[in-house]
């Protein structure tokens, strides 16, 4: 196998690290290797060994650290893709050496640093795509003439435009912090708009609605007119309308096919769907595609997405045209909607229509639909260049009666229905004027101004008259009490209507006013996720502040977990909810908008609803308290036990303190007992000390719960090496919470650790003076054994996952080692 120039096995499962034995392949020539689970550092066989290489794309797996320096070596490479790697550090200058590239595609990772100059002055790179990072600084002054496609969107990239910019390059330069003069303005128009401020019409919203013939030209359908959106975006586009109501991005460059076509065109008659018409044109897009509704009005909105798949034939057929498959993922404000969506799959066939509907909380006047590929599905199949977003049309109308006429002005419909809207638009304002005038009296009268806080919030969070919520709990009766959470009593009552809620009552006043106050109420309940406790409303009368939660029937886990609530939870009830808490906590870091860091991840903080699915409660309560009248005996917000040590000695906080606290109650979910247990002898009073003396000395098993009948031993491991990781000392070394889920659900192995945490005292008093984890190392996970152990090695324990998912690299590195 020395001799293989072509290697392709993208789209796979493999997991771990690059097996070594590929540096074997010394006349590789191509290397396709996309949308797998390959993590660590990208071996410097690829630069050292593989110096015929022309072709290397690495897109949407996890690796670490910066580009290797090895990659210097590689003269012959014209194609370079390392989208979506999570690669860290600068672009180093070593690329820049590579005068054989034409395309470089580094974008979505977590690059930081300024665009060296010499980046932009390459004899053969004709295709740059940096978009995505933490680039800074400014645009290099100087380009070559080959350089002709540059995507620097979402960077934060600053200063003034260079000259070298015309009409004729194909440039993304969307949401930076440029400074913006009327020259730059004409050359690329309504790039002000796009801006990280998005700028246009905000504070001072003009719109309601917006409809989208994607792809195609206006049309009328049901009703509703459907504007074009038609132009050539290219590989690196955007625009933005006349009217400055809507805008569209563009970034990405399709595999090796030479008729770069972002339209698709189809004559079929699209089935399912009374308006075939909106089907026959579609945006494409390789990459990453994105609409922006601005100048909205603030509030809630209905986003309707019209997909259909026109580019494949009928997969019932088996031919070769039939077995393309289309997958990307939709997000809205920022949140992931949709993962792994394939329009075939969900419509029941091709050229079928599929309408998907998403609720979308417009705070800042505007909002941002993304399709984006992550690597997945056929790149090939039946034709080179098949993958992708693709969208039919889109139309987002409000939840809200709307105070602007959603109707961009000049345009002909405009002018037609100016007398309607005036009919309707003077009596709504004179309603409108008695209404508040008797909304006035009736505050006077009452000498109650709390409900006038709510005025501009949007979307307002419902409220509850102290009175109501009174009766509901029987005027707060102790039978009627659930239990003292940390920020006050919470107590059962009964709607007028119905439902069952959760009450509680704030023990303590906000040091926030009371806009304030509302201000992060209505943001909290507009964060929701299957694993987050819905928080329904508040009340504010006075000086009393209460919220109203959904109810959940078997109370929190600690009361279940540790034998208060006569629940028994068997191991796969145990597991769902370890894996459950991790994707509420992902949501709340990763996709929420804004994002929260909990600050008091615990047992307790945890309920159980009537099918045992878990739900975070008190998330985002912390930042309406003051420090000095917290909840807790510490000066910081939180419970001792699942404190992080950076978080409880100096106050530093980030995500990473929930991730610790996330590892505790893995363990507590584990073993079935509290992390302190003072009934039980002293080696055992701590659980994370007693574990780790239990992981040292090969006798991890006995960490799991005796009552348990019966247990799945590859997730035992993944939960127990998942805990030892986020309970890490240095907050660096804890995973993000969408790496847990993922090591958790076995699509990444889960990686090695080094050593026991220094905050743990050691009960045997034995020398504790040797090496303790670098906060600049971390390995992945050693390759599964069948011996289905948990082993220690001097002071390195890997955490071993015998299950036979995901595909194990060592193995495909035997194959080629066998090839050899």
């Known amino acids: 196998m020395s001799r293989l120039e072509s290697l392709s096995f993208g789209e796979n499962r493999f997991s771990g690290t690059l097996p070594p034995e590929l540096g074997n392949l010394v006349n590789l020539e191509q290397l396709w290797a996309s949308d797998n689970a390959f993590t660590g550092k990208i071996p410097d066989f690829v630069g050292n060994n593989w110096t015929q290489l022309t072709s290397l794309r690495f897109e949407g797996n996890s ?17 370079l893709v390392l989208r979506n790697v999570l690669l860290t550090g600068t672009l180093p200058s070593y690329i820049t050496e590579l005068q054989s590239l034409q395309k470089l595609d580094l974008s979505f990772n977590n690059l930081t640093g300024q665009i060296p100059s010499a980046l932009f002055n390459m004899d053969s790179l004709t ?9 800074s600084g400014p645009i290099p002054s100087r380009k070559s003439e080959t350089l002709q496609t540059i995507d620097i969107s979402y960077n934060m990239l600053s200063g003034n435009l260079p000259s070298w910019i015309n009409s004729d390059l194909n440039l993304n330069f969307v949401a930076n912090n440029f400074e913006l003069n009327s020259s730059s303005s004409r050359l690329l128009p309504g790039l002000e708009c796009l801006q990280r401020s998005f700028a246009c019409n905000r504070n001072s919203p003009r719109y309601a609605n917006f409809s989208i013939k994607c792809g195609g030209p206006r049309m009328m359908s049901n009703g509703i007119v459907f504007e074009a959106e038609n132009q050539t975006l290219g590989a690196a586009g955007f625009n933005v309308t006349s009217a400055q109501n809507w805008a569209v991005s563009n970034v990405g460059l399709f595999a090796d096919r030479q008729n770069q076509l972002y339209v698709q065109n189809t004559l079929a008659q699209v089935t399912r769907t009374t308006t075939p018409e909106l089907y026959q044109t579609s945006r494409l897009s390789p990459g990453s595609l994105r609409y922006y509704g601005l100048g909205l009005k603030n509030g809630l909105y209905t986003v309707n997405l019209f997909f259909a798949e026109t580019a494949f034939s009928d997969q019932s057929t088996r031919s070769w045209r039939s077995l393309g498959r289309r997958i990307f993922d939709v997000y809205i404000q920022g949140t992931r909607q949709l993962r792994d969506f394939e329009i ?11 309408v998907k509907n998403f609720t979308a909380n417009v705070t800042d006047n505007h909002l941002e639909i993304h399709l984006f590929w992550a690597g997945k599905g ?17 139309n987002v109308v409000p939840n809200f009666i709307p105070t602007v006429s959603g109707i961009p002005p000049g345009t002909h419909e405009g002018k037609n229905q100016t007398g309607f809207i005036v009919g309707i638009t003077v009596p709504i304002v004179f309603v409108a004027l008695i209404l508040v005038f008797v909304i006035i009296y009736i505050k006077r009268r009452k000498k109650d101004d709390d409900e006038e806080v709510f005025i501009g919030i949007g979307p307002r969070p419902n409220t509850f008259s102290y009175a109501e919520l009174k009766t509901a709990t029987e005027d707060f009766s102790p039978s009627k009490k659930l ?46 996720h299957r694993n987050l406790v819905q928080l329904y409303g508040c009340c504010i009368e006075g000086n009393r502040r209460l919220l109203v939660y959904e109810y959940l029937e078997n109370k929190s886990l600690d009361q279940t977990l540790f034998g208060h609530s ?12 370890c894996l459950s808490v991790a994707r509420g906590l992902a949501y709340l870091h990763e996709e929420s908008r804004p994002r929260i860091v909990h600050r008091d991840v615990k047992a307790s903080n945890i309920l159980l609803d009537a099918e045992m699915c878990p739900k975070i409660s008190d998330f985002g309560l912390a930042k309406l308290y003051d420090d000095k009248k917290t909840h807790i005996s510490t000066r910081v917000a939180g419970t001792i036990g699942y404190l992080a040590p950076e978080y409880a000695m100096r106050g530093h906080l980030t995500e990473k303190a929930d991730v610790f606290g996330f590892g505790v109650v893995a363990l507590e979910i584990l073993c079935g007992r509290p992390n302190t247990d003072t009934t039980l002898q002293i080696d055992r009073i701590y659980l994370l000390e007693w574990a780790w003396n239990l992981y040292e000395n090969d006798q991890s098993l006995n960490l799991v719960d005796p009552t348990l009948a019966e247990f799945n031993k590859t997730e035992a491991f993944r939960v127990l090496g998942v805990a030892l990781l986020c309970t890490q000392a240095s ?14 659900a076995g699509d990444i192995e889960v ?46 324990v890997t955490v071993t996952d015998p299950g036979p998912s995901p595909v194990n690299v060592s193995g495909f590195g035997d194959i080629l080692a066998e090839g050899r």
């Open 63 to 79: 690796f670490e650290g910066p580009i290797p320096s090895s990659f210097a070596n590689l003269n012959s490479l014209t194609s």
């Open 127 to 135: 295709y740059l795509f940096l978009g995505n990072n933490s680039l």
């Open 344 to 354: 075939s799959k969900e419509a029941g066939g091709v050229e079928r229509a599929i």
């Open 378 to 394: 056929t790149c090939c199949t039946p034709e080179q260049g098949y993958y992708g977003p693709s969208i039919s049309a889109i």
């Open 483 to 528: 239990g003292e959470g940390g920020f006050g009593p919470v107590f059962k009552g009964t709607l007028s209507d119905g439902r069952v809620v959760a009450v509680k009552q704030l023990s303590v006043a906000s040091h926030h006013g009371r806009d304030q106050f509302i201000t992060e109420i209505a943001t909290i309940s507009a964060v929701q």
């Open 566 to 577: 006569g629940l028994h939870l068997d191991w796969p009830t145990r597991f769902n909810i």
């Open 731 to 744: 907050p660096s070394m804890r995973p993000l919470m969408s790496r847990v889920v993922a090591m958790l």
């Open 751 to 796: 990686s090695t650790v080094t050593s026991k945490p220094s905050y743990l005292t050691d009960y045997d008093f034995k020398d504790i003076t040797g090496t303790f984890m670098s906060e600049e190392t971390q390995t992945s996970m050693a390759s599964s054994t069948s011996d289905n152990t948990m082993k220690s090695n001097n002071n390195a």
